[in-house]
């Protein structure tokens, strides 16, 4: 099954520009050919080729399916990215193919990277969701600094802070999820862990202390096993 990403309407639907050149130039698809399009909004479409141009290949509709295998929450997930770029992008990776709503990136005080490559990441993300044939694609926010996110207004998710402060109350993830929110934040900090006033602030704004396990892991790690725990659980 060969996924592309694209606008769809009533009866047809149209590959993106890239999409197109990809179809037509890359893969030397032709008129007649069947192939299927998401939306990235939950909506993935079969369609017969029948029209390709320089810059849009269009389809007849043969089949449609809205909200394709959506998920009984949401899950947003704000990282402090990596040093290094490669460790990053395995997370991005990977927690789309499980299941992921939305990412946002953190600089916070013990942060290795002050920027990233937005462009990049969605390029990203946008691969791992046609690879794993989804037809949501998660959202992508750029790089924010921890005070100004954490002030934001989350009033109607289940906020937690992932930390490794042992002497301040964590609860395990496990525990948290067991109420079933319908939609969960999840924190997680840089290779040497959130600072103490960030862990302060964090709490004054509702968040809960939450544990990963016995275990003490790298950035990427950690938000994967977040990514796992919520899905084992709650999917």
Known sequence: MKLFFGEIF??????NEEESHHFAKVLRGKEGDFVHVTDGKGKIAEIEVNSISKKAVEGKIINLKTEF???????????????????????????????????????????????????RIEKIVQSATKQSLKAYL???????????FIKSDFNDFTKCIAHCEADIKRTPLKNILEDKPKKILILIGPEGDFSRDEIKISEENGFSGISLGQQRFRTETAALQAVFAVDWILG
């Not at 998920?71 to 490669?86: G, R, W």
């Not at 998660?138 to 100004?148: A, E, G, R, S």
Request: net charge negative; aromatic share 10%.
């Open 10 to 15: 009533d009866n047809s639907a149209i590959l």
């Open 69 to 119: 295998e959506k998920k009984n929450y949401y899950l947003h997930v704000a990282i402090a990215p990596t040093k290094t770029m490669e460790r990053l992008e395995f997370f991005l990776e990977k927690a789309t193919e499980i299941g992921i709503d939305e990412i946002t990136f953190l600089q916070t005080y013990h942060s290795e990277r002050k920027n990233i490559k937005i462009e």
């Open 138 to 148: 998660p959202k992508i926010n750029d790089l924010i600094k921890f005070n100004d």
